[in-house]
């Protein structure tokens, strides 16, 4: 079972570069998610999608865009990159019904992003 | 609005010593709550988990956590750390309308040999 899986794990951009996080589950969840975190600072909700075609903001959504065209897939983009951006990128999902498999959250390994 | 406080940035025990980790949460009515741990250049592994029932919670790697209502807290202990313990600790609560979670700040454990 691959679970959650990103890439790329580590990418170093230059100050108005763009590029975009992949995010691929395998388990048929319903719900995906992005998170940053930074020193300190705990885990900050990005954007988040409670299905396929949709997508919805979290504490932090300036500068990313995310889409989720396929269910299995949950892309998090940033159009012109920021020193501030610089975190270490988790993607999660989880089921949609409630009971015991809801709200529990499986996690990707993170993607290191660094922007100078 | 649902929010989590783990009051201690870094914990330090020694290997076989008792650990207690913190967490207070702010929410209306019982959440759901959560305890993750972060190995370091790791994802979030699910160390626990409340929804309801029985208050003492018993999770994997010899974790337990007890939710009491009265002072609205989640602490994370066990009896005996071992060094492969050290790690970040992340309480998260869901306050059941939604399904996203809050995270606390984190809390590193440091086992001391």
């Known amino acids: 079972n691959a679970g959650v899986t990103q890439t790329p794990k580590f990418r170093v951009l230059k100050t108005g570069q763009s590029m975009t996080l992949l995010c691929a589950q395998d388990m048929n969840h319903e719900y995906m998610y992005w998170y940053r975190q930074d020193p300190g600072m705990g885990l900050r909700l990005i954007h988040y999608s409670v299905g396929e075609g949709t997508t919805a903001k979290g504490e932090v959504p300036d500068g990313y865009n995310v889409s989720r065209l396929k269910k299995q897939n949950f892309l998090l983009g940033l159009e012109s990159a920021a020193p501030s951006q610089t975190s270490v990128y988790f993607c999660a999902s989880s089921h949609r019904d409630r009971g015991a498999g809801a709200n529990v959250l499986t996690f990707g390994a993170g993607s290191r992003l660094t922007v100078l | 609005a649902q929010s989590v406080t783990q009051p201690d940035i870094h914990i330090t025990v020694s290997e076989g010593a008792s650990l207690e980790l913190r967490c207070n949460y702010s929410?209306?009515?019982?959440?759901?709550l959560f305890w993750y741990v972060q190995s370091p250049g790791q994802g979030l592994q699910l160390l626990l988990k409340?929804?309801?029932?029985?208050?003492l919670v018993q999770g994997i790697k010899g974790f337990e956590a007890e939710f009491k209502r009265s002072q609205s807290s989640f602490n994370l202990r066990k009896p005996s750390v071992h060094w492969s313990d050290a790690a970040e600790y992340f309480c998260a609560v869901n306050g059941g309308s939604n399904y996203k979670l809050t995270f606390g700040k984190g809390t590193l454990l440091t086992v001391n040999p």
């Open positions: 929410y209306g009515a019982t959440p759901y």
């Open positions: 409340y929804f309801s029932g029985d208050t």
